[in-house]
């Protein structure tokens, strides 16, 4: 099958293995070791051995070297290794990449991985220290000197305007935190189990920016998660159900910066997640109404609205009422708000349950599951589906996120 093909890596991988380590503010051990505990974890759900895997694939921004992680897992040879930039966008492309690797025969078992002690050790909410001269640096310096150092500040700037636009109140980012939080209350692996909020919580939580307040930030957590990708052929016969890769994607808008973006024509869309949005629809065959769960980045909550938004599954400005109306199963492990801040790895994991029947907030007869990485940088996303489950018939290949030209 020609790879040049919009469909081409459709159902040719799948992914046969999900581990964590707890999820802490505290881990008292090396994010070396976290990485271990997390793979070997996932080969063990797998039900195979450190000696099966010949490819390895993290972030840039991961501490863990992958001949490092071979050598302190019992992996032998590599055939396969890579890195995906721009944090949490990497998520979903880890696994694009493991993907397109498996599907051309450059490897057999592919492990994706993420481990760091992002409370007790380095905490990107604490935005930036110290810049060495560089591009992205010099980026980030239109911004810096007028006071937007941290993550918050700058998904502040678009927030404000998206509220601005649509007459909205902050209340409207209130429904996406009750919404993980709900579900974190439910997942005994969550920070937050047992613990949900109401809107009053929210709108009594106090400010970090404006429109931004507390409980619409993502909480820091230490912690790794890794997930195995092999063939099709090879996932059905090992331990678990496959959940097989429908579709994955990369995108990076117009006039794309880290977080930053803010001298675009439209400060209330994410463009970014629109060119995802128009190649998993067009190379998934599916539209909005065949998604069962949707797991989408939720480091903080604008953005979630955002992508509701920019994947047509609302029009814009209605994805607070969307999600206040329970309109579709969102972040059922309680997301990066409830559960556990581990750059949209533990997302995947989620999406994978979801399919296998074994949620802590299960989805009755869940097929299709769509994943996002991290907004306001390059990103991307995935489409997960239940062995066995195709695209409907007549489904179309344009994409209702946006026009095949669009930006």
Sequence with gaps: MSLHRPDALSGRAAIAGIGATEFSKDSGRSELKLAVEAVHTALD??????????????????????????????????????????????????????????????????????????????????GVQERQP?????????????????????????????????????????????????????????????????????????????????????????????????????????????????????????????????????????PEMNVVARQLWRTSRLTPADIDVAILYDHFTPFVLLQLEEFGFCAPGEAADFVAADALPLNTHGGQLGEAYLHGMNGIAEAVRQLRGTSPNQTPDATHVLVTAGTGVPTSGLVLSRDGAGAPDGSSDSAPGGPPDGP
């Design 45 to 126: 759900d797998a039900g195979l051995s450190p000696a099966d895997v010949d490819g390895l694939v993290t972030f840039t921004m991961d501490t863990t070297p992958e001949i490092t992680l071979a050598q302190a897992a019992g992996i032998g040879e590599l055939s396969f290794f890579s890195r995906v930039h721009y944090g949490g966008g990497a998520a979903c492309a880890t696994v694009q990449q493991a993907a397109l690797a498996v599907a051309t025969g450059v490897a057999e078992v592919v492990v994706c991985y993420r481990a760091f002690n992002e409370r007790s050790g380095r905490r990107f909410g604490s």
């Design 134 to 270: 560089s591009a992205e640096g010099a980026a980030l310096g239109w911004n810096l000197p007028f006071g937007l150092l941290t993550p918050a500040s700058w998904v502040a700037m678009a927030a404000q305007r998206y509220l601005h636009t649509y007459g909205l109140t902050p209340e409207a980012f209130g429904h996406v935190a009750v919404t993980g939080r709900r579900h974190a209350a439910r997942n005994p692996a969550a920070y937050f189990h047992g613990k949900p909020i109401t809107l009053d919580d929210h709108a009594a939580s106090r400010w970090i920016v404006e429109p931004l307040r507390l409980l619409d930030c993502c909480q820091e957590t230490d912690g790794g998660q890794a997930l195995v990708v092999t063939t099709p052929e090879r996932a059905r016969d090992l331990r678990r159900p496959p959940a097989l890769i429908t579709a994955a994607a990369q995108g990076a808008g117009r006039a794309q910066e880290q977080m930053t973006s803010f001298y675009r024509d439209d400060l209330t869309g994410l």
